[in-house]
């Protein structure tokens, strides 16, 4: 069983930033791929970001593609999301994932473990 904590978000200006954490408890933590997803109010939930078990590998949605930088910390088992130039598209309930895998997992479903979600509001 893998627990994750989500900690960060909160509320800043377009044009701001914000740094997510994913702290992650019970396996050994380079096994699991981690992916960030976002939901906002009258939509799906949508991938954000993905990291590899190494950390080596990243994908990211075209929508934060060079604004959002996903990492990770195994010795720290946490797993950051900095999000720079934010917009108010970007507002939505975040949550971290975490799948017994090492490469790179874009579909929801895939994951087995969630954290519990912060919100993320940008405001214009």
């Known amino acids: 069983q893998v627990q994750l904590v989500e900690s960060g978000g909160g509320s800043v200006q377009a044009g701001g930033s914000l740094r997510r954490s994913c702290a992650a408890s019970g396996r050994t933590f380079i096994n699991y791929g981690v992916g960030w997803f976002r939901q906002a109010p009258g939509k799906e939930r949508e991938f954000v970001a993905a990291?590899?078990?190494?950390?080596?590998?990243?994908y990211y949605a075209d929508s934060v593609k060079g604004r959002f930088t996903i990492s990770r910390d195994n010795a720290k088992i946490t797993v950051y999301l900095q999000m720079n130039s934010l917009k108010p598209e970007d507002t939505a309930v975040y949550y971290c994932?975490?799948?017994?895998?090492?490469?790179?997992?874009?579909?929801?479903?895939?994951?087995?473990?969630w954290g519990q979600g912060t919100r993320v509001t940008v405001s214009s």
């Open positions: 994932a975490a799948v017994p895998s090492l490469g790179i997992v874009k579909v929801d479903a895939n994951y087995s473990y």
């Open positions: 990291i590899s078990g190494t950390g080596r590998t990243t």
